[in-house]
Each structure stands twice: as structure tokens, then as C-alpha cells.
Nanobody
Framework: QLQLVESGGGLVQPGGSLRLSCAAS????????IGWFRQAPGKEREGVSC????????YYADSVKGRFTISINSAKSTVYLRMNSLKPEDTAIYYC????????????????????????WGQGTLVNVSS
């Protein structure tokens, strides 16, 4: 059974960078889509970036486009989220989640929402962008 564990969060100054990792165990990621989601205090959980393991199609929310990069290392069964030029509004708990639907091609752009990623969720990692 697939399990996901996030790491890499922490306190960073505005303009800084972090790399989040989502390590999978219990199953191969080859046929899943993986998404990064975040939830700030008092706000709903939102999709940040999603990727299809099968064809590497990816999606970025407008708020992070050009600053964040999602990638997969299949050999390590790990999905990364590289976050550059961080802003205070990026402060949130970041979660990775898996969809058993591989969500290939253009569908990745319309399905990066929490309700589409029901297979498994990680426990989250806190990102705090503050001076």
C-alpha cells in the first residue's frame, strides 16, 4: 500500500529557496499522479503543482508559476518541489498526495485539486516564509 512522507520544510526569508521532498514507499509511482497542495491558516487547501508519473505532464498554479518546479526521481520513488523566490504568502503546510488515476496530458491542468487526489496523503511539512 502506497505511503507518502514529506520533508524539507522550514523557516526561510523572503526571496529564499527550499526543496520539498515527497518520498513514496509500498508501491511504485509509475502509474500515479502526484500533487503538491498547501493550506494556510484560515484558508482552504489548494493545488500548487501536480505531475503525471507516466508522461510527466505537469501543472502549476498561477501564484507559483515561474518560481516552483515539480520533478520526479522514479529510481528514488521521490517527487520534489523546488521553490524559489519565496514570498510570505507561500507560508502554509505543504502536503503531497497521490491519485490512482495517472491523469495524463492536458487533464493534469484541470484536475490539480484535492478532491482528485484521494489515494493517499502525506502528513504535511510546514513552510514559513518570514524575515
Amino acid at each position: 500500500q502506497l505511503q507518502l512522507v514529506e520533508s524539507g520544510g522550514g523557516l526561510v526569508q523572503p526571496g529564499g529557496s527550499l526543496r520539498l521532498s515527497c518520498a513514496a514507499s509500498g508501491d511504485t509511482l509509475d502509474y500515479y499522479a502526484i500533487g503538491w497542495f498547501r493550506q494556510a491558516p484560515g484558508k482552504e487547501r489548494e493545488g500548487v503543482s501536480c505531475i503525471s508519473s507516466s508522461d510527466k505532464s505537469s501543472y502549476y498554479a498561477d501564484s507559483v508559476k515561474g518560481r516552483f518546479t515539480i520533478s520526479i526521481n522514479s529510481a528514488k520513488s521521490t517527487v520534489y518541489l523546488r521553490m524559489n523566490s519565496l514570498k510570505p504568502e507561500d507560508t502554509a503546510i505543504y502536503y503531497c498526495a497521490a491519485s490512482e488515476d495517472p491523469i495524463r496530458g492536458a487533464r493534469i491542468h484541470t484536475t490539480c485539486v484535492p478532491s482528485s487526489y484521494r489515494a493517499v496523503w502525506g502528513q504535511g511539512t510546514l513552510v514559513n516564509v518570514s524575515s
